[in-house]
Every structure is written in C-alpha cells, then in structure tokens.
C-alpha cells in the first residue's frame, strides 16, 4: 500500500571523492578570503552553474577530486516538473548529466563495519533530498480552505505558519533538520507564469491544477537529518525508505480518516473537549488526557494545542476529500 503513494524528488546534493584524481577542473569561479595581515585564509571553487532549456539549472563542481552535484535534476531540461521522478531515476539523471562533463558517475561504495561508528557506507554521500507529493482537493476555495486548517498543525515541534498570500503554510523555516511546506501548486504556477523567464508554464497544466485544486507537500531533508537516519550515503537510501520517511512526517495523510461534516458527531467523550477549545475556554484536563484527545480530534483537522481564534473559526466544518495525485496518462505522453 505504502509504495502506491506516489511521492517523488525534487532536489539533490550530492558529492563523492575520487581519491586517484586526475579528472577534469570544473566550477563557477573561487573565492578568496585574506586577512587584515594580507596573507590568504582560505580559498573556496564555487559550484558552475549549468544552464538546462526551459529556464533551468543545476550546479556541478569538482576539484579534480572530488564531484558535487546540486540542483532539481527533476526540473533541469523539462518543460514542467509537477510530475517528477523516483531517487533511482533521479540519480540516473544526474549519471547522463555528468557523462556529458567527462565525469564518473556517483557510486554506493562498500558497506564497511567500524569499531567506534557502526557500520558505514565509502560512497557518494547526500547533503540533501527534497521529496513531494501532489494532492487533490476538489477546487480552488477547498484548497485554500485546507491551507488554512493546516496552519494550526504542528510537525513534531514545528507548528505550521500561513504565508501572507494564504497559498503556502510552512512549517521549520530555518532549521538544520526538516523543513516542511504544503502550497497551492496552482497559485506557484501563475506566479511563475507572470514572469518573464516563466513563458514556458504550460496553461494546460495551470488549468489542470485550478480545476482539481491541487496542492503540494513537501519536506527538504537536510544533512543532520540524513545522517541521524541512516541515509547519509547513496547505498544506504532507496525509494522505499524515503517514502516511510515521508509518511512519517506527512500531515495529509492523517486527515484522510475526517469521515465528519459536522462536529456534533463527535464521539461523545471528546465533545467537551471540542467545545471548550472552540470557544476559548481553558481545558481542564490531566496531561495523559489531553494528549490523547488531541491526538483523537487531530484526526477532524483539530488541534487542541494551539489556541483557537474564535472570531474566525467558521460555524459548519466542511468535509474536504483528499486523494494523491499521480500522473495521467495526457502528461506523461508529453511532458515525462
């Protein structure tokens, strides 16, 4: 069941040393830092942008040792990514990429037993990993409706903040670990499509995103993340564990169980509860209780956690209908 959700990469950084040298000196510039005493610090080689059709770009860079890719290779040379592909395909994509540099492509290494660390892979390691799901409301005004109701979630420790626009909530800005959003993909797409560089935005899939209510899910996975997790080194991540990743961290898929349009519904041992935090009024509950009826009302798009506003909270509660997204057959003849 897991591996039918169709959860696929966005972005990559990667990197691997090759210790024998000799391969080609590619990057985009280098930075110098020197001292108040004239003598030089340090020197850095940027990564050289690499310019793709449909106003795309990754970066590569090597050393002649070492090779580092960075970038949406899900985005770099198509037209369109709201489909992208798996961690297997995106690795490839990124082999035929640096085949065209007279680079080598990245390797998983061996799987090695160490005293002190456990064991641990010699390969390319991966900084990070975007993963994305599309999803489909219904219409425009259920999508924003849903934006809404997530801003009061939490992540974790990482409660959801609304953008300005009411098209994005965020949630962990800034952090070193996970950083979550989930926006109206169509509202993205007519942003893109305003700009100069942005003509290549298909309307059919613009108009195609309107009329479902499409939005999108997506969790950056940084270094610190990646390592806590075991999946630092590229043989030691497949397509299967970053989908558990992302269903352990998804909100979206916990509100597929809203069965409810109206909260009179409820279970009669959690009404009390409900009432008391519509209204604004203290809950007055042990700790044990409390987080389990949160944890029950999570499941109606409610979190008791978080202080309602009760001036804006509406009167009748709409049931919104979510189903992953995944690619009709229209897209993947002409865009895939």
Known sequence: MMNLIPVFVDYLTIRQAHHEGGLPVINGGRVVRIDSDGEIEYTVDTRQGLEGSFDSRVEVRCDGNQVEFSGNISRYGRQDNFFGFTFADSIQRIHEL???????????????????SGWTWTGARVSRIDITCNYVTGSMVDSEALLRNMAGHHIGRQKGS?????ATVEYGRGSKYVYGKLYCKTTELKKHKSRKSGQHVSDEVVD??????????????????????????LGAITDSLLIEVYMNRTQLQRLEKVQYENFNDLPANLR??????????????????????????LAYGVDISIPNNVQTLP???????LAALTAPDWYIKKYA
């Open 98 to 116: 640096l085949n065209t540099l007279g680079l080598p492509p990245f390797t998983s290494g061996k799987l090695y037993k160490f005293a002190d």
């Open 315 to 321: 009167i009748k509660i709409k049931t919104i209908e």
């Open 272 to 297: 009390a509860t409900y009432v008391s935090w519509k209204y604004g009024f203290p809950i007055t509950l042990k700790k044990t209780a409390f987080y389990k009826h949160r944890k029950a009302l």
């Open 208 to 233: 195609f995103c309107q009329s479902l209510g499409v939005i999108r899910e997506e969790f950056t996975l940084k270094s610190r993340f990646l390592l806590q997790n075991g999946l630092a080194y």
């Open 162 to 166: 609304l953008a300005v626009n009411g």
